[in-house]
């Protein structure tokens, strides 16, 4: 079974999960929500989403 986490929004929360071998998930650590025009073009490496 492969399982994605939600609402990750800590670098520790992500350290945590990988501790564990979980290797997906999302949330507000790697990007905010965003509206459906903003999504034709994402943001570059490294700009807060």
Not at 11 to 37: K, N, S
């Amino acid at each position: 079974m492969r399982l994605v986490v939600e609402g990750v929004e800590t670098a520790e929360q992500a350290d945590a999960l990988a501790a564990l071998g979980l290797t997906a998930a999302q949330g507000y650590l790697f990007g905010r929500p965003m509206a459906t025009p903003a999504l034709a073009t994402p943001p570059a490496a490294g700009d807060p989403a």
